[in-house]
């Protein structure tokens, strides 16, 4: 498995030296950490930590459990979101019974981890238990330097001015330990949980893609988005009259296309053309026939047998298959003259894709 690259979280808010109670004592943190927290912690430093802690744990571990809590909250207060006692009433006092509990957990635990500087081997498992158990609580590399940081300053309250140069590096090696096993630790935890999250999003994606494909497939070539935008706007242009949309629509089959006259019984009525009844009753046909197809494409299983019928008779009319670009053409033109403004470009689309479907069906096979 390649190696994992964990996103950042709870980045600090504030610049360690810009925390309440740092001051000079610790403006050299980062700096001692980075010079001496690789170098072998020495028995006399291991001494320097343990009386030093004693010290600070002699305030009660309660109280610098809040101490430390204030610290993180501080320096990172997204972290507030990784605890169980998140939700409590008035967190910010510090005195929630949640918050005082998980803090004395904390300490204790500082605590055996400072009782076992002397017995790494010991140690150490136990330290590499507790960062895997940690991973499922949302912990990640980067919120140890939070945790580092806020140890430090609560040390620093602890000891006041004797929390010197001499001590700090000590410290600085301790949790340098403990943070880099508990790290190393969580790592290959961590990897193959951002793989199973990976594999988790991945199997979701598709199956989201065969819902939806599912639903494409269910809706027909035809979306119930664009079956609406066509029965409402039709809806409108039906209220017109048969007989006046009716002809309108031949007025711009004959503008496109002079020569189809030629296909109809009212060929020879060329003086009132317009006007004449055999193309008024026609036209009012041709209308009530889109009606049904506009009407049926909520069910294309009974749609598609009768367009089938229709364009089959048509080809006794010596209807060629240009003829349906023609008529296709001609309607929108209509259409976006019954209606002007209300004729969007979503509505157009979506009769263009009816047209498709009516035209491909009545062609069918006839004209190969």
């Not at 008779?313 to 209807?319: E, I, N, R, S």
């Amino acid at each position: 498995m390649g190696a994992c690259q964990q996103k950042e979280c709870c980045a600090p808010a504030t610049d360690v030296n810009d925390v309440v109670g740092s001051e000079a004592a610790l403006m050299l943190i980062d700096e001692l950490i980075a010079e001496h927290a690789l170098q072998p912690l020495t028995d006399a430093e291991i001494g320097i930590v343990e009386n030093t802690w004693k010290q600070v744990a002699g305030l009660g571990v309660e109280t610098v459990g809040v101490i430390l809590f204030k610290h993180i909250f501080t320096i990172a207060p997204d972290a507030l979101g990784l605890f169980a006692f998140r939700k409590e009433p008035n967190i910010k006092t510090y005195e929630t019974p949640g918050l005082r509990a998980h803090g004395v957990k904390v300490v204790t635990t500082v605590g055996a981890a400072v009782d076992g500087l002397r017995n790494l081997p010991a140690l150490v498992p136990v330290l590499q238990e507790l960062a895997i158990k940690h991973v499922g609580y949302g912990v990640l590399p980067e919120h140890y330097e939070v945790v580092g940081k806020a140890l430090m300053l609560t040390l620093k309250d602890g000891l006041d001015a004797a929390f010197t140069d001499r001590v700090q590096v000590p410290w600085a090696k301790v949790w340098h330990t403990i943070s880099k096993t508990m790290i190393d630790a969580q790592a290959p935890v961590l990897c193959e949980k951002k793989a199973e999250e990976a594999a988790a999003e991945e199997a979701a994606a598709e199956a989201r893609a065969k819902a939806k494909a599912a639903s494409k497939e269910e809706e027909g070539p035809i979306s119930r988005v664009d079956i609406h935008l066509v029965q409402e706007s039709w809806s409108k242009v039906e209220a017109m009259g048969e007989e006046a949309v009716g002809v309108a629509l031949f007025r711009n089959i004959f503008t496109a296309a002079p020569e189809a006259l030629g296909l109809f019984p009212f060929k020879d009525d060329l003086k009132n053309l317009y006007e004449s009844p055999k193309l008024k009753a026609h036209a009012s046909k041709v209308i009530a026939t889109v009606s049904v197809a506009v009407n049926g494409l909520t069910n294309l299983k009974a749609l598609v047998p009768v367009l089938q019928e229709l364009g089959l008779t048509h080809v006794g009319y010596k209807v060629l298959k240009p003829h349906y670009d023609v008529v296709g053409s001609a309607l929108i033109t209509t259409l976006s003259e019954s209606l002007e403004a209300a004729f969007t470009e979503d509505t157009k689309a979506a009769w263009l894709k009816v047209w498709e479907l009516v035209s491909t069906t009545m062609i069918g096979n006839h004209y190969s």
